[in-house]
């Protein structure tokens, strides 16, 4: 999904804003993927359940 979403060569003009994996989604793959794609600042990998602790999250993020 995210060499769909982060094809090479890169244009951001293109690419989503950010990504967020739902905890426990995380692999050696993916987080191999977004160091050599220089993506940690768009992608968003693990942390609290947006299902569970969504509203909290929010809350605590100074976001509504």
């Known amino acids: 999904m995210l060499q ?3 094809p ?6 293109k ?8 905890p426990g989604a995380e ?4 987080e191999a ?7 940690s600042d768009k992608i968003v ?4 359940c947006v ?3 969504g509203d909290e999250a929010r809350q605590l993020a100074g976001k509504l």
């Not at 090479?8 to 003009?13: I, K, L, M, N, V």
């Not at 692999?27 to 993916?30: F, G, L, T």
């Not at 990998?45 to 609290?48: E, Y």
């Open 4 to 6: 769909s979403l982060f």
């Open 8 to 13: 090479s060569p890169r244009d951001e003009s």
């Open 15 to 22: 690419e989503p804003h950010s990504v967020w994996l739902q």
């Open 27 to 30: 692999s050696d793959e993916i």
């Open 33 to 39: 993927f977004i160091k050599e794609h220089g993506l």
């Open 45 to 48: 990998l693990g942390g609290p």
């Open 51 to 53: 299902l569970v602790h």
